[in-house]
């Protein structure tokens, strides 16, 4: 069993909002807390960042599953493994990036021109 980790410190003065693929879950985390990720897998990889200042996308690899933990405590869990056919550049090309937050979810306000 392959097993990665990785911990994602949200700002210390604003929330942090995290897109989970290929799963197609977001989850906004408090400001100054760290949230670890735990996944696991029967084949070796690791999980792809993709970070702007509005949201953090995680993408796990073929045959992966993940556990989102925050102060101890399992706070999200996709136990169906990734299907080995979904990479992060089949899901970009078929549904685009990630979204980022709106305003009013508490995301960075646009800038206006």
Do not use: N
């Not at 897109?19 to 070796?44: I, K, N, Q, R």
């Not at 992966?64 to 090309?93: C, I, N, W, Y």
């Amino acid at each position: 069993m392959y097993k990665y980790e990785c911990v994602l410190q949200t700002p210390h003065d604003r929330v942090l909002h995290v897109w989970f693929e290929p799963w197609a879950e977001g989850l906004a985390f408090p400001a100054g807390t760290a949230v670890t990720l735990h996944a696991t897998s029967d084949t070796e990889g690791k999980l792809e960042l993709d970070e702007t200042k509005e949201r953090t996308a995680v993408y796990a690899w073929a045959g992966s599953t993940l556990r989102v933990v925050v102060a101890g405590q399992v706070v999200l869990s996709f136990d169906q493994p990734v299907p080995a056919f979904l990479t992060k550049e089949k899901l970009t090309l078929l549904f685009g990036v990630p979204p980022s937050p709106t305003e009013a979810e508490g995301g960075i306000p646009k800038e206006s021109s």
